[in-house]
């Protein structure tokens, strides 16, 4: 097993997790290494220790789901095709490459696989085979929690549909992941998450106040319904524990990303009228709300209130504008926005991006910088709070991932193992928990069951 060490992303050294004391981690903690797990202090279990989980997903809601089960405790088991594996792994560059000394060919892990596939064993089968099949359902049978993301129907054929499975175990929570859900008039159509963003909402309320609709930089709608299923399951687990019974979890893209509309969506419902469209980086009620430009970039400022507009006046030096009427309270700047924001703007452009962030530093005053991706990831607050760790991968040696992200007071969450390499826990996987034989094993590779 490949050691998983926490790193302290200023540099300054790396600490095992394995075989530390209580005093070693207080010493490392005094210079300057910070304690990675209080799981690793504590010895207490993490919450979902004990939980097992069949993993038949691929990209990344569904990855990203089963990896905040895997974070949290639970032993996940991915299932992937045997020669190509999830989608993900081909998704570069870049990779991480190969140790010379590794015996692998080829370019290395794709970072994209890297990010949503850490904490789980990866077993390559087939489901063309019977065999490949059998060995699915007697997992199912050990598993609490199965997590699928396959059009409506498609697992049936193999019998490996919710109604089929819940008579092998009925305490089996089976979430079932697709673009647009189990029931209506979309329910079989392929859904990525710009198809989806596009379609229900988001797409149309992102960007320029003036210009096209664009899809956010992120696959957010695959990243909020990840988080909703996880979520759910785990509720699920609340609800067996009280019944003894498992559930089917329907949960669809298109659902998730018409919820997360929220206040857009409510202002919608209450007022029945279209709504205000794209805004770019300003806020449509409140004013000045959104980024300016600086001498080398652009600030973001949060004028929220009329207190905070306050200070904003002192700090730009513009005190007589409190008490202008047409600046003195929200309403009337939200009709004079155009030109409030271009006397701002003319007076940011002043100074460079620090040199006001300086400004407003302990003012109070809602303010950032708007910071690329590596400035993110080197940002002081995001290594204040360990966001960034650093693991060693058996075959790629020493990457770089962000850390799960919720701080926990006695089972702190952690990256025990990294993402695998395909079909590297099948043997684990069929001997420890089907009790197969190594000539059991290779017979199923010899005929492309297993990989």
């Given at each position: 097993m490949s050691q998983i060490r926490g790193k302290a992303v200023s540099g300054l050294a790396r600490l095992s997790l394995s075989g530390s004391s209580p005093a070693q981690w207080l010493n490392a903690a005094a210079h300057g290494i910070r304690r990675y797990s209080a799981a690793a202090v504590s010895g207490a279990p993490l919450p979902l220790e004990g939980y097992r989980v069949l993993d038949m997903t691929r990209v990344l809601a569904g990855p990203y789901c089963t990896q905040i089960l895997g974070d949290l405790g639970a032993e996940v088991i991915k299932i992937e095709h045997p020669t190509r594996g999830d989608d993900t792994r081909a998704w570069g560059p870049p990779y991480a490459k190969y140790k010379p000394e590794s015996g692998r060919e080829g370019p290395g892990e794709s970072a994209y696989f890297l990010g949503a596939n850490r904490n789980k064993k990866s077993l390559g089968l087939s489901f063309q085979h019977q065999g490949g099949v059998d060995i699915l359902h007697k997992l199912a049978a050990k598993c609490d929690i199965l997590v699928e993301n396959y059009l409506p129907g498609t697992l049936k054929k193999y019998s490996m549909d919710y109604e089929s499975l819940r008579k092998i175990n009925p305490g089996l929570i089976y979430a079932s992941i697709t673009g647009y859900g189990q029931t209506g008039p979309y329910s079989n159509r392929a859904g990525y998450d710009v198809m989806v963003e596009a379609e229900f909402g988001l797409m149309h309320i992102t960007g320029s106040r003036d210009g096209p609709p664009v899809k956010v930089g992120v696959a957010v709608t695959d990243l909020t319904t990840g988080l909703y299923t996880s979520n759910s399951i785990m509720a699920a687990l609340l609800s067996r524990a009280k019944t003894g019974k498992g559930q089917h979890i329907d949960v669809a893209l298109s659902d998730?990303?018409?919820?997360?509309?929220?206040?857009?969506?409510?202002?919608?419902?209450?007022?029945?009228?279209?709504?205000?469209?794209?805004?770019?980086?300003?806020?449509?009620?409140?004013?000045p709300y959104r980024a300016f430009k600086t001498k080398d970039g652009d600030i973001l400022i949060g004028g929220g209130n009329d207190r905070l507009f306050g200070v904003l006046c002192d700090g730009i030096g513009k005190p007589h504008w409190k008490d202008d009427a047409k600046f003195k309270t929200n309403a009337d700047r939200v009709a004079h926005r155009n030109e409030l924001e271009a006397e701002i703007e003319a007076?940011?452009?002043?100074?460079?991006?620090?040199?006001?962030?300086?400004?407003?530093?302990?003012?109070?005053?809602p303010y950032a910088a708007i910071n690329d991706v590596q400035g993110t990831l080197n940002h002081s607050h995001t290594k204040a709070r360990d966001m960034v760790i650093e693991i060693d991968h058996e075959y790629c040696g020493p990457i770089k991932m962000v850390n799960t992200p919720v701080k926990w007071s006695e089972t702190q969450p952690i990256?025990?193992?990294?993402?695998?390499?395909?079909?590297?826990?099948?043997?684990?996987?069929?001997?420890?928990?089907?009790?197969?034989?190594?000539?059991?094993?290779?017979?199923?590779?010899?005929?492309?069951?297993?990989?």
């Open positions: 998730c990303q018409t919820a997360t509309l929220a206040n857009i969506a409510s202002s919608a419902l209450i007022s029945g009228k279209k709504d205000s469209g794209r805004w770019g980086t300003a806020h449509p009620s409140i004013v007076i940011t452009q002043q100074k460079t991006t620090q040199e006001w962030l300086d400004v407003f530093e302990g003012s109070g005053m990256v025990r193992t990294p993402p695998p390499v395909l079909g590297q826990h099948t043997d684990e996987i069929l001997s420890e928990h089907l009790g197969l034989s190594e000539s059991d094993i290779a017979a199923l590779k010899d005929q492309g069951v297993v990989r």
